[in-house]
């Protein structure tokens, strides 16, 4: 019988270069960012989040877009470049979110309120993925791993993350507790194997995947940004946007090897544009 939840929720869209998601491995971080491409040649991808329903507190993996991000719905690049603080970030990441879309006003349709969370995990901190934290602030507990704090306070990277989105939010920094993944790092949330937050740097130091298991020993795979398609770890493709390019293509191995075992009943991106909001039960 299943006991995991598992919705996937599309908070919103982003807008970047195709190199950003599919670069490979000789990419470069001008490629990436789009900024002397063809506007034509950007790609729409969906912004996901998962809320986590699990015997031991009700979950949620990543905020997407805050609604000052597109206010009556649509494509709104001031109020953009003032949700994101940077003229240059909104360059490479553009995005918008409909009505109705951004988490809080999902969960309120789905019954639940920001409150009645237990756990938001925050796989990393760029835009796309922590922006609407401030929207679930008042939840139990947000966690977000030592090592990403630590990266995305660096003064190298000021312009691809903007402390604001998570200035005066009670976040709880982790340290690994594991040894799980690629890097040997890991956090056992409930201290049963069942949700384990897995190190696979390389897109970003303290990025994570969520590996969700069952008593059974099947599956789930969240990996986050480690990849961002099916057709990354089927392909070995690797992003444009990369803090360490060989811990990335390591971190990618691991995935690709997590999603062919058949114990995994599915292994999601954060952007696929394959795939569309559904339920798994594990």
Not at 33 to 52: A, H
Not at 161 to 186: C, I, Q
Not at 254 to 260: A, F, G, H, K, T
Request: overall charge negative; glycine content about 10%.
């Amino acid at each position: 019988m299943s006991n995991i939840k598992i919705h996937v929720i599309h908070t919103g869209e982003v807008c970047v270069a195709p190199d950003l998601p599919f670069g490979g491995d000789h990419s470069n971080a001008v490629k990436a960012s789009g900024i002397f491409g063809k506007k034509e040649d950007r790609l729409w991808l969906p912004v996901s989040v998962y809320l986590i329903e699990h015997p031991k507190g009700l979950i949620l993996v990543d905020t997407g877009w805050h609604r000052d991000m597109s206010p009556d719905g649509v494509f709104d690049k001031k109020a953009q470049i003032k949700s994101l603080g940077s003229p240059l970030l909104y360059e490479v990441n553009q995005g918008r979110i409909g009505k109705g879309a951004a988490i809080n006003e999902q969960l309120e349709t789905m019954g639940v309120k920001s409150s009645d969370i237990d756990y938001v995990l925050l796989t990393h901190l760029d835009c796309d993925h922590a922006n609407g934290l401030k929207l679930v602030a008042d939840a139990k507990n947000i966690l977000v791993s030592k090592d990403e704090v630590k990266f995305a306070t660096k003064l190298t990277n000021r312009v691809r993350y903007n402390k604001e989105w998570w200035d005066g939010v009670p976040l709880t920094e982790f340290e690994w507790n594991g040894t799980d993944g690629p890097a040997g790092r890991s956090y056992d949330l409930f201290g049963d194997g069942s949700v384990r937050l897995v190190n696979i740097p390389g897109h970003a130091d303290g990025l994570f995947a969520v590996q969700l298991f069952n008593s059974e020993g099947e599956f789930v795979l969240l990996f986050s940004d480690g990849g961002y398609a099916r057709k990354s770890w089927e392909e070995m493709i690797t992003s444009g946007i990369a803090a360490d390019k060989e811990a990335q293509k390591n971190s990618l191995a691991w995935i690709r090897e997590q999603s062919l075992d058949l114990n995994c009943v599915e292994s999601l991106a954060n952007h696929d544009p394959d795939v569309i909001p559904h339920e798994i039960l594990l």
